[in-house]
């Protein structure tokens, strides 16, 4: 599993979130991802040093990948391009001029070369226009190497097999067992990645929980077991015996208004759990996933868990474009 460059700063920390541990009555850590680093911070890194290191290895110099117009993502293969020596275009999903702010923002501080698509496009045929750019790039000699939404393939997942050994070498050094883990769903290859580390290194004896935050529940069961079907091609003959895309354990109910969209109730949520611990999460995954969690313990989904390890992903930069949403009394 270490075909792979490095840009992230790991291991990432694990720290507890005491007060609100206390208040529903379980632990609650936070395994912080978001500082995997400053400009390629996020859950996406773990997964481009997979996808990059097969970019070079396949003589490519230009990586192109797609996202929404905030995609966290986007920005971070524009970041991860420019340390690995590469190019970037991002092919981005907008239906107006966007305005300069969060990660757009960066994606052209680190001077990505960007296109702008509708949703419709973006839907129906965002494949093909990165195919088409693959072809424009080889009459300028250069060759592109396509990413697609989220690095959520057989190779991006595979950074998330390392993070279950990461958390395992912290378990070791310390006296805390975290019998579940919890990550936000997306576009699927983070959860895939944990799920697949599960099997490997803990005979899938630990709880892996989704909270999808855009489709349904049942859509990323199929997509996950798609992802690992697709990861197994880069496992050793051990490893995959032992990996199952069964299981799949993802909550929904969370999705809100819908992707990228954030209700008062999420934005105040937010707000509480930065006063309250100092932690900041992002609207779009963490925010809907973090309230998600928050509720289903009340509603005791969670009562045969002692010590829940939350993936915090990331995403600061797509809560800035949020600001005037938030309802801040004096
Ligand atoms: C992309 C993303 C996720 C979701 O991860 P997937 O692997 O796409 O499911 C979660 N949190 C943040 C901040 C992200 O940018």
Redesign the pocket.
Known sequence: MNNKINIANLPTKIEKLEKISAELGVNIFFKRDDQTGSEVS???VRKLEYSIKEAIDQGCDTLITCGGIQS??ARSTAAAAIKAGLSSVLVLRTNEEPEVDGNYFVDRLLGADIRFITSDEYSNSRQEIMESIVKELEKDGRKGYIIPE?A?NGVGSLGYINFVKEVLEFEEKSDTKFDTVVV????????AGIHMGNDIYLDGKRRVVGFNVCDTAEFFKEKVKEIIEESKEYLNKKDLEKVNSENMDIIDGYVGDGYALSTQEELNFIWDLAKKEGVIL?P???GKAMFGLHKEIKKGSFKNSKNILFVH???LFGLFPKKNQFEFKS
Do not use: E, I, L, P
């Not at 936000?184 to 959860?191: D, E, I, L």
């Open positions: 996020g859950n996406k966290n993502h989220g959520s936000a769903v997306g576009s699927g290859g983070t959860y992002d779009v995954y963490t992903t990331g995403g």
